[in-house]
């Protein structure tokens, strides 16, 4: 079973909250809108998957997805 991580840029993040709407168990969001995590780990690959859908509907494009590939760790 794979993981992952993603990660989210403040500095391109518009705390427009589309993250936290499609996916709150990962994405909360402080009291100003941002997300509450700049960082987090992705424990499967459904998490993963989850994480990719919304870092795909990003419209600033502030959340990267990564994969740990366990062949590599």
Not at 18 to 36: E, H, I
């Amino acid at each position: 079973m794979s993981g992952g991580s993603f990660s989210v840029d403040r500095e391109l993040c518009r705390g427009t909250g589309l993250c936290q709407a499609m996916l709150p168990a990962l994405f909360g969001r402080t009291d100003s809108g941002y997300p509450a995590a700049d960082t987090g780990e992705l424990a499967d690959e459904r998490s993963v998957v989850l994480a990719d859908e919304v870092a795909e509907c990003c419209p600033t494009g502030a959340i990267e997805v990564f994969r740990h590939d366990p062949v590599h760790e």
